[in-house]
């Protein structure tokens, strides 16, 4: 009921200003006097052209906008409604002009041109005014109840501009954030000076600590959407020094057409001090590939799986088919998708990839077009305890599979491989590459087209080590880092199931992709940053211990060899190893021996198949432990380890 009086009073307001502009162009054209025959018209005329103008405003959709938020686009629109408007006005005049000697009773109705054109300019500046003083009234009254609100918080914002404007706007217009700007800080510096949406930009970065001294400002919130991880780190750090909490808005990749979120302004995390350049997809290739389809993911529960799922709803696929063998991780992402997606085809199937009988009814049931296979088991030393669950788990899991959707004529198999099967050292390196090699085989006479995406670790996976930290450092420490030199490479799960969507959209058949992981990092320097984000002091809060090496891992990873020749694709992040394919009959001569030890249950024997299988695979030695504890001071970087790059460059 109040939204109908509310419309219909905007009607009536639209509606005088419209008859006043008239009036006011006859008044301005004749300087106030107005000859007897001119009002004639004017009591003639103003009912249809108020009409005409009216009816263009609704058809231009200028009554769909809330008056409260009126901006740019919408004077926009509004100009474009009354130019319409005007020209129409205009060709009836012409028209009644070209009539008059035939008809010359028609000059009583002919409106002047001059009138038209006054008439114009009043009813786009009454339009719009009635708008923004409806804006401005809005603003004031939360700015009153900001006022009276005494737990706003005092807030420097960082960045001035596209998303830190979109903030300011937010900032204004919502008193529950209890956030009160006082200043902007850009390191433009030819924006100093300037007003921003009422608040002042009045200096750099680097006088981030005096300007929160001199004006009491508590908290700093950083509204630079693409802001690279280096850049977040160095405010931080003058956050630090300035004694006041860092916040950050959500990342460019959270902002969708313009609409900013500031309920999901949080604390600086791990993964802001990480991030890299936004990803951008070719989203027609992968609409292509996805839409309308059938797509089966196994593992969908996990951490990879359930991310792909939620980004393959976006491309409405026909029929989203979720494969899992834990039933409460089965139930968290089929309950999630159909509250998000209510209108998607979701069809939760709980099954263990290496039962062949449940995998075949499965994809019998469903014949899928796509299917992308995260199932995996892929803790490095819960492998080495385990060898021979790695190997149904990961390599003969994935060959009954890939057997399976070749014989159902799977159009595309997208394989989930890792950094760990670069010349690997772990039970769970070896047996992925194991599955590689099977899957780029079986391409070489099949109608799918196999391939595998390589990559490295991502935060915040399910026992990884972000996660595993974060306890430690809730529990008082110590943090366990296992080697000062261990570096890995990082990515978001966001970011690399992304990669994943392009990948599959490129691939022939054969290939190996691998993702660009960025530049690697030190664990112990990833140690510090949780302990620093979370509030203590590294050494006198909470210490870092090291460990030792664990069995099966590495001080560095790799991505690709010198054999695999790397090479570019079109994408700038996706690269291809061009690695020769196994002969199909060698390689499934080496899975029977494989399929025999399963029942043998022997872990030696399990390891010496899979390296005649992967001759480079050297099961590591556990390194010397490196005892005691890192100390306070953040310490040089050592020269990182020779090795292989995802561009195939020392």
């Known amino acids: 009921m109040v939204r109908i009086v509310t419309r219909t009073a905007q009607f009536v ?352 049931r469903f014949c899928p077009s796509l299917v992308f296979h995260a199932a995996a088991h892929k803790h490095v030393p819960m492998m080495e305890i385990n060898p021979v669950e790695a190997l149904r788990n990961n390599t003969l899991g994935t060959q009954s599979l890939a057997d399976l959707a070749d014989a159902h004529g799977v159009s595309h198999f997208v394989m989930i491989s890792t950094d760990k099967a670069v010349n690997p050292t772990s039970v769970m390196g070896v047996s992925k590459r194991a599955a590689e090699i099977y899957i780029q085989a079986l391409s070489q006479r099949s109608k799918t087209k196999f391939v595998a995406v390589r990559f490295g670790n991502v935060l915040g996976s399910n026992g990884s080590v972000v996660p595993i930290f974060q306890e430690q450092i809730a529990r008082g420490g110590p943090v366990t880092v296992t080697h000062p030199e261990m570096t890995r490479y990082f990515m978001t799960i966001p970011e690399a199931c992304q990669l994943v969507l392009q990948a599959a959209s490129m691939g022939d058949g054969g290939e190996i992709f691998i993702l660009d992981m960025g530049q690697p990092v030190k664990v112990v320097d990833l140690a510090r940053d949780l302990i620093e984000l979370s509030g203590y002091r590294v050494g006198e809060d909470i210490e870092i211990a090291f460990t030792g090496i664990r069995p099966g891992e590495k001080l560095f990873e790799e991505l690709s060899t010198d054999d695999e020749n790397t090479a570019k694709t079109l994408h700038p992040k996706i690269f291809t190893g061009r690695i020769k394919a196994h002969e199909i009959a060698d390689v499934r001569r080496h899975f029977a021996e494989l399929q025999e030890l399963l029942t043998v249950g022997d872990p030696d024997a399990t390891r010496e198949a899979l390296r005649r299988l992967v001759p480079e695979y050297q099961p590591s030695r556990r390194l010397t432990a490196v005892s005691g504890t890192a100390p306070a001071p953040r310490p040089e970087r050592s020269a990182r380890p020779r090795r292989t790059t995802a561009s195939g460059r020392r």
């Open 13 to 364: 307001v639209d509606l005088l200003v419209l008859a006043a502009a008239f009036g006011l162009a006859f008044f301005l054209r004749f300087e106030g006097a107005i000859p007897r025959p001119m009002l004639t018209r004017l009591g003639l005329t103003i009912g249809v052209v108020v009409a005409f103008q009216f009816a263009t405003l609704v058809l231009s959709g200028v009554h769909r906008v809330a008056w409260r938020y009126v901006g740019l686009p919408d004077v926009t629109r509004i100009a474009g409604a009354v130019g319409i408007a005007t020209t129409g006005l205009l060709a009836s005049r012409l028209l009644l002009g070209a009539m008059l000697a035939s008809r010359p009773g028609l000059e009583r109705v002919a409106i002047p041109l001059g009138v038209i054109f006054v008439d114009a300019a009043f009813v786009f500046l009454g339009v719009v005014g009635v708008r923004v003083l409806r804006r401005l009234v809005d603003e004031h009254s939360h700015a009153d109840r900001r006022a009276d609100s005494g737990d706003a918080v005092p807030t420097v914002l960082v960045g001035a501009g596209r998303a830190g404007v979109l903030v300011a706007k937010e900032i204004a217009s919502r008193p529950d954030l209890h956030i009160r700007p006082v200043a902007f800080l850009d390191d433009d510096r030819s924006k100093v000076g300037e007003m921003v949406h009422g608040i002042r930009v009045v200096g750099t970065t680097k006088d981030l600590a005096a300007v929160c001294r001199d004006l009491g400002a508590t908290q700093a919130l950083i509204t630079v959407a693409s802001a690279s991880g280096g850049d977040i780190r160095r405010i931080v750090e003058l956050c630090k020094e300035a004694g006041v909490v860092p916040k950050v808005i959500p990342g460019l990749f959270e902002i969708v057409a313009g609409q900013l979120n500031l309920s999901r302004i949080r604390e600086v995390a791990i993964e802001d001090l990480l991030r890299r350049e936004p990803v951008t997809l070719d989203n027609t290739e992968i609409v292509r590939l996805v839409e309308g389809q059938t797509v089966v993911v196994t593992g969908a529960g996990g951490s990879i799986g359930s991310e792909l799922c939620r980004q393959l709803a976006s491309f409405s696929p026909g029929r989203l088919v979720l494969v899992e063998r834990s039933e409460n991780f089965l139930f968290a992402i089929d309950r999630e998708l159909r509250e998000r997606r209510p209108d998607l085809n979701v069809f939760a199937v709980l099954a263990d990839i290496a039962d062949r009988d449940r995998m075949k009814e499965v994809l019998g």
